[in-house]
């Protein structure tokens, strides 16, 4: 098997930062060592097949992004992003494990819909990946299949608490879910927001003629995910069941969260990068139907109630753990302009799965989070919190070499001409300068990225088998 040193770098983790060289020998990471430290007598330098020299840069695990969705059929259309082109762009970001949503609907059987994903996605990847499980239909039938998810290395489950008629469960649902939930240790992801009362809100504003991408945001307003996500804390304390509710957008719902925690209850919350940096006013509010651009569920909120800057304060005091993107991208032409006239006919989702690592190391410069916070909630937590945890997440021999790179003296201006290898035809973050760089990217050994030149391959990712959480307070 090849040998690789990667040497002269610092290397960081969730508790700490060292100067070590990282030692790789076929797929795995064999050692961690004190700068040009010998082994077995040997100058490893001149010993190893290959030698990365990380003088001055950051030596990190590679990004997981526990919440993309590939391919997924949504609003009359389906995410422009293939599992091939969603895993090259996020190799380019420094991500090297997504975990995906195969998706059981209404009338389906869950096994049928985890093939179903299995297919789509199996000789695609250019990185790992892993399956959560949309349960888009809880009845007796997939109460029971439920049950075999850890056989199949699935270990979370997702309802939706929004869009009837499409995913939606309602309260009775939620808690059989649940109560399976808690009895096999699987993870209950959440949708928390109120989707019939929406539905009501969008039905009046669109009466009133309010038809713009500005008032998605509007008719999914704050109070929709503060109460959701407290009837989802309320659910799954009364059946003890862990429950980790997605794209926390509303400061109101963190302190939900925040307060259940405080209890002693196992809920924890993820957020996404348009959540810290986008808002209702600059982006949704955009001139004519370029607000479409950033339309997705939840909604970006209004920067004057000051959501995006609790959001920050909720990862520094770990009221929120960790960062996902919520990938689900569209192009305007023939998609998002599906909505033109129709807000709720818009299309939901941002493409972001290149451009996480990068934007929450801006967080890092501008003083937001710590350089160790950074990889916790990037990769670290995602590991622990999704079963992979010791293979993924973390430097240490025995790990899978997923090792990223990174020039914190670099540079990477995000646009749709300069840096954008998503299947999109436009860049929800045009014109965004980062202080920092991916250089390079393994992936199980193997350099994917190396100096802005891709060298992966579709096919080299392989299907991660997760076990239960192990992040539970």
């Not at 493409?351 to 990068?358: A, K, L, N, T």
Request: hydrophobic fraction near 40%; glycine fraction near 10%; charge should be negative.
């Amino acid at each position: 098997m090849a040998t690789t040193l990667i040497s002269g770098g610092t290397v960081v983790t969730a508790t700490g930062r060292s100067a070590a060289d990282v030692l790789v020998d076929g797929e795995k990471i064999a050692a961690v060592l004190a700068p040009g430290s010998t082994l077995l007598g040997q100058d490893l330098a001149r010993s190893v097949d290959t030698v990365l020299d990380a003088a001055g840069k950051y030596v990190i695990p590679g990004g997981i992004d526990a919440h993309t969705h590939m391919q997924m059929p949504f609003g009359g259309t389906e995410a422009s992003d293939t599992f091939e082109t969603g895993t090259r762009a996020a190799a380019w970001g420094g991500t090297t494990t997504i975990v995906d949503f195969a998706i059981q609907r209404y009338g389906e059987r869950v096994m049928d819909g985890l093939a179903a994903w299995h297919e789509k996605a199996a000789g695609e990847c250019a990185i790992d990946y892993g399956f959560h499980q949309i349960i888009g239909d809880v009845n007796d039938d997939s109460l029971k299949a439920m049950n075999s998810l850890l056989d199949e290395g699935v270990s979370s489950y997702k309802l939706f608490m929004a869009y009837p008629g499409v995913f939606y469960s309602d309260d009775a649902q939620i808690y059989k879910a649940m109560r399976v939930g808690a009895e096999t240790g699987l993870m209950t992801m959440m949708h928390a927001e109120n989707g019939p009362a929406i539905d009501a809100m969008v039905a009046e504003l669109l009466a009133q003629g309010k038809t713009d991408p500005y008032y998605h945001g509007v008719a999914r307003a704050w109070q929709m995910e503060e109460e959701a996500t407290h009837r989802a804390i309320m659910l799954a304390n009364l059946t003890g069941a862990p429950l980790y509710v997605v794209h926390v957008s509303a400061k109101q719902a963190v302190e939900q969260l925040a307060a259940a925690r405080d209890n002693g209850q196992n809920v924890f919350g993820e957020t996404c990068p348009q959540y810290l940096y986008l808002s209702l006013e600059d982006q949704l509010g955009a001139e004519g139907f370029e607000g479409a651009k950033w339309v997705c569920s939840t909604p970006l909120r209004s920067k004057h109630e000051h959501h995006q800057d609790h959001m920050w304060q909720s990862l520094r005091t770990n009221d929120i753990q960790m960062v996902a993107t919520d990938h689900c991208p569209f192009c305007m032409k023939g998609q998002k302009d599906l909505g033109v006239g129709d807000f709720s006919k818009i299309p939901n989702g941002i493409g972001s799965v290149e451009h996480r690592m990068d934007l929450m190391y801006q967080g890092v410069v501008d003083g937001k989070i710590s350089l160790e916070r950074w990889v916790e909630i990037t990769s670290t937590t995602p590991a622990r919190m999704f079963g992979m945890y010791g293979t993924k997440g973390v430097i240490a021999p025995g790990a899978d070499a997923d090792v990223v790179i990174y020039d914190p003296n670099g540079h990477t201006s995000i646009g749709l001409e300069k840096t954008h290898h998503m299947n999109m035809d436009y860049s929800a973050w045009e014109g965004y300068e980062i202080e920092g760089h991916v250089d390079t990217v393994m992936s199980r050994g193997k350099v994917v990225v190396n100096n802005n030149e891709y060298l992966g391959s579709k096919g080299h990712g392989q299907y991660v088998r997760r076990s239960t959480s192990q992040y539970l307070v």
